[in-house]
């Protein structure tokens, strides 16, 4: 971009002096319409169980989830994201409590439904909320086995699809589970069933306070083989890779692609958003949201005001929504905004 002109003709600051000039000449802008809100789902009746690495989450029982569903089309989120805390005495080596047609989501998923309520589901795809050593795949001879993972995950993806949900997510990060999903879908009546692919997902740091979400934490941390996830997740020192993950899940059959985790990644938001045209969603992942929220809470930071901020960055970047925990805060400011 070229420089026309300059000071004093050219003054920057005329278009800033004003409330209602900022608003005419903005750029991008933070909707209702972007924000989707990911939801813990616990075992129990009318139950709030907080996650105390994530200040204001909880882990809801699936009539509070649908409370909280309920609370999402009143402040016009159009979806939530369900992730289930599984109990531990369900959670085994090859994962088969996630293709169960009654584990937590499936059973939330079906509430939210026969409560009437249009807002959409999208439902994890991944073992670790469901594998006694806490990895998305399954651990064979020290590693995780590729192909067979992707035969749970099938199943997984059946399950979820039949219980009602609009959207399957994988987020395991397995060579080859789009295709193997989408075929899937296909053949068993859920064509219309979207598929939002984690396509760029990390192997990131910030993933923590999720994982306490969901009890995947000490599960992880006691096994000896394979402590960290980077066989699979992408290294965050790539990012022509992330191109090439995303071109491979659209070719398969994604109908959309999530870069995770997202501030820290906004260069590969835009990159993908830019090459690809198609509709690209971010996740600000929990330890962003803990973070922030530690900052805020001890007076740091302004609360709404970070929280918004890094909202809008999304967009700057290209994310066509974004899964936040902030979520109902950011709906009621936006509301309040008119």
């Known amino acids: 971009m070229t420089a026309v002109g300059g000071y004093p003709d050219v003054r920057m600051r005329r278009t800033r002096s004003s409330k209602w000039m900022r608003r005419l000449v903005a750029e991008h802008r933070l909707s209702l319409d972007d924000l989707i809100w990911p939801l813990f789902v616990v075992e129990g009746t009318n139950k709030r169980a907080p996650v105390a690495s994530m200040p204001g989450v909880e882990r809801l ?21 369900l992730f289930p805390n599984t109990d531990a005495k369900l959670r085994s080596d090859d994962g088969r409590e996630s293709y169960n047609p009654e584990n937590l989501v499936c059973r939330a998923t079906r509430a939210i439904k026969e409560a009437g309520l249009d807002v959409g589901i999208i439902l994890d795809v991944a073992l670790d909320p469901y594998t006694s050593h806490g990895h998305d795949g399954l651990v064979r001879d020290g590693d995780i086995a590729n192909d067979e993972t992707i035969e749970v ?27 193997a999903i989408r075929a899937a879908l296909e053949s068993n009546g859920h064509a219309g069933t979207l598929i939002m692919a984690y396509a760029a997902k990390y192997a990131s740091a910030f993933y923590g306070p999720f994982r306490d979400a969901v009890g995947s934490t000490v599960q992880l941390a006691s096994q000896n083989t394979i402590r960290d996830k980077r066989s699979y997740q992408m290294d965050p020192a790539n990012t022509d890779e992330s191109l090439r993950e995303v071109a491979l899940d659209l070719a398969e059959g994604a109908d959309m692609v999530m870069v995770k985790p997202g501030m820290p990644y906004l260069d590969i938001v835009r990159r993908v958003s830019e090459t690809f045209g198609v509709p690209t969603f971010a996740y600000q992942v929990s330890g962003e949201y803990a973070m922030l929220k530690a900052a805020a809470d001890a007076g740091w930071l302004d609360a709404d005001a970070v929280m918004m901020e890094s909202l809008l960055a999304f967009k700057r970047a290209g994310a066509r929504g974004i899964l936040t925990y902030f979520a109902p805060r950011a709906a009621a400011l936006l509301k309040s905004m008119g």
């Open 153 to 179: 995950l099938v199943r997984q993806s059946l399950v979820q699809a039949e219980a009602g949900a609009d959207v399957l997510a994988p987020s395991d990060m397995m060579d080859g589970r789009i295709g």
């Open 61 to 81: 029982s699936i009539d509070n989830v649908v409370a909280a569903a309920e609370q999402a089309l009143e402040l016009g989120i159009p979806a939530v994201a």
